[in-house]
């Protein structure tokens, strides 16, 4: 393991610190969430066939990646669901979820900068990147993909943090506001809490081992402002709980007022 290093932030919940820096185009009604049946074929061998050996080869190679709790997720392989994760990888936190949850097609909510860079955009796109809407006119185009991709029992994922601290081990407060969807479409909720563990012969290699917690339903007693709350606070719960397993630091987060 390299030598640890300090970052300073000031925010949980805007501070960004992925690396990369583009410029994001906007997603409007002109967008195509939809696309032709082709382009879905497509889709299906590069996320399910051509890129898993990739996918799984990294996270063994890099990161050693543990699962517990896959058993979990069996009882609902043939309908669709919401997985909430923790955001501390750049190019891991793409695919890890989809390892567990293989072989159901697993789509995510990104920001639109993922499918920004010309060379890269379809690719991701077929990965299963899912933008977020700029405006209202391609809000309703966005919601009706994730409904048809959970009608045909597909997962889609969602990073409730929104921004990447890489190698963090503590779960950054989060808007109850994505729990929306699982709540209107009533479908089941799992969360993925990504932890980094010590190894080796002398404690000094980081892995990951990731717990899957679930499934959540939102309760019906409630309104849907309070159901989405609820939800929200009962994953979060679960997230800061699991996360108390990482026991080593590999980036050292310190919080300043300036």
């Keep these: ?12 919940l805007n501070d960004e610190f992925s690396t990369a820096k583009i410029t994001p185009i906007k997603i409007d009604k002109n ?3 939809n696309k032709n049946s082709l382009w879905d074929l497509c889709s299906l061998i590069v996320q399910n066939v051509l890129s898993m050996p990739i996918k799984v080869g990294y996270a063994k190679i890099k990161f050693k990646i543990q699962y517990i709790g896959k058993d979990k997720l069996k009882k609902y392989r043939n309908q669709g669901y919401f997985v ?6 750049a190019f891991a936190d793409t695919f890890i979820p989809s390892i567990a949850i293989y072989p159901k097609r697993n789509f995510l909510i990104v920001n639109p900068e993922n499918i ?3 060379f890269s955009k379809n ?21 009706d993909i994730i409904k048809k991709h959970i009608k045909k029992g597909h997962s889609i994922t969602i990073y409730p943090e929104a921004h990447i601290w890489p190698y963090y081990t503590k779960i950054r407060p989060f808007k109850p506001v994505s729990f929306e969807y699982p709540v209107d479409l009533k479908k089941p909720v799992f969360c993925m809490t990504n932890t980094y563990q010590s190894y080796g012969k002398n404690s000094d290699k980081i892995k990951i081992v990731t717990y899957i917690d679930g499934p959540f339903f939102a309760n019906e007693d409630l309104s849907k402002k309070e159901q989405k709350q609820d939800l929200r606070d009962r994953v979060y719960n679960c997230m800061v709980d699991r996360s108390k397993n990482s026991n080593i630091e590999y980036i ?3 919080k300043t007022t300036e």
């Design 31 to 33: 967008y195509k969430y």
């Design 1 to 12: 393991m390299e030598e640890k290093r300090t970052i300073y932030y000031t925010d949980e």
């Design 123 to 143: 690719i991701i796109e077929m990965l299963g990147a899912i933008p977020v809407p700029g405006d209202r006119e391609s809000m309703k185009n966005f919601l």
């Design 252 to 254: 050292k987060y310190i």
């Design 84 to 89: 909430y994760v923790n955001h501390t990888q």
């Design 116 to 118: 920004s860079m010309k």
